[in-house]
T-cell receptor, first 112, second 114 residues
């Protein structure tokens, strides 16, 4: 069973609208949780990184939240743009080594 | 900082031939590099962990004789797909371990075996 579950699998939104992506994880103990944006045919690019003690982190129009008690994270995209169309991957790093656990990603399609 | 490059960005090769993919950390030294494979609409799957100057550690189910990894310097790791077959067609991504113990990903290499 994957230790990082993301939902929804995909979503379509209109340009200018907001959306929220979810990530639930069971990795324990964990060091940090990252959200990556991956454009088609490109490598992942880090958007935010949060440690156990952080609840929220913003990067422009991207805001990530973390609830370490419930092991849930979300990524909120504000005022979406066409360039936001990509796969968004939730990645959790184990605290006892360097290994990463990847979610399957949420594919976001922004339409004009 | 923390830039990782890959070369080539895409490659097409014939079945039975071998192809080498390079992964370089451009502005930092990486004692550890990782190789991932990603199939369409799937997430990244770790293939192997490469440590400078030592043998790579392969994940279960990954054939070490087929996917040869060399990490000869602190800034370069190579993945050679030997006797490639169409089922090896995939997107290969490397990452490098920085001094902050975080992984920085390369842009990926699209391999198509015909």
């Amino acid at each position: 069973k994957n230790q990082v579950e993301q939902s929804p699998q995909s979503l379509i939104i209109l340009e200018g609208k907001n959306c929220t992506l979810q990530c639930n994880y069971t990795v324990s103990p964990f060091s940090n949780l990252r959200w990556y944006k991956q454009d088609t045919g490109r490598g992942p690019v880090s958007l935010t990184i949060m440690t156990f003690s952080e609840n929220t982190k913003s990067n422009g129009r991207y805001t990530a939240t973390l609830d370490a008690d419930t092991k849930q994270s979300s990524l909120h995209i504000t005022a979406s743009q066409l360039s936001d169309s990509a796969s968004y991957i939730c990645v959790v790093r184990w605290s006892n080594d360097y290994k990463l656990s990847f979610g399957a990603g949420t594919t976001v399609t922004v339409r004009a | 900082g923390a830039v990782v490059s890959q070369h080539p960005s895409w490659v097409i090769c014939k079945s039975g031939t071998s192809v080498k993919i390079e992964c370089r950390s451009l502005d930092f030294q990486a004692t550890t590099m990782f190789w991932y494979r990603q199939f369409p609409k799937q997430s990244l799957m770790l293939m192997a962990t490469s440590n400078e100057g030592s043998k790579a550690t392969y994940e279960q189910g990954v054939e070490k004789d087929k996917f040869l990894i060399n990490h000869a310097s602190l800034t370069l790791s190579t993945l050679t797909v030997t006797s490639a077959h169409p089922e090896d067609s995939s997107f290969y991504i490397c990452s490098a371990h920085g001094l902050d113990y975080e992984q920085y990903f390369g842009p990926g290499t699209r391999l198509t075996v015909t």
